[in-house]
Nanobody, 120 residues
């Protein structure tokens, strides 16, 4: 069984910064990719950013230049550095990981989510 635990959410004023973390634990062989999604009230969940184990990244147009995804493969941890935050970034942010476990079974896992609120 694999678990994803997010941390780092909270409330921030427009223009501020936050850093989210997501640590994967369990019987893990590999994780590729790891990603962050978000879901704002009344909207569908959307991809924010993803990163492969080799370092390739993909960002939603709405966050390009403001958010940076990174990961520590040795720690099975992915980070999302968020800057120049806007009220429209307010959402629950979810960690996502495509995991191959120690039995070589591939599954997609989600974290429980962490709330980010951007408001003055």
């Amino acid at each position: 069984q694999v678990q994803l635990v997010e941390s780092g959410g909270g409330s921030v004023q427009p223009g501020g910064s936050l850093r989210l973390s997501c640590a994967a634990s369990g019987s893990i062989f590999s994780i590729n990719p790891m990603a962050w999604y978000r879901q704002a009230p009344g909207k569908q969940r959307e991809l924010v950013a993803s990163m492969t184990s080799g370092g390739s990244t993909n960002y939603a147009d709405s966050v390009k230049g403001r958010f940076t995804i990174s990961r520590d493969n040795a720690k099975n941890t992915v980070y999302l550095q968020m800057g120049s935050l806007k009220p429209e970034d307010t959402a629950v942010y979810y960690c996502n990981a495509h995991v191959v476990d120690s039995s070589y079974v591939s599954m997609i896992y989600w974290g429980k989510g962490t709330l980010v609120t951007v408001s003055s």
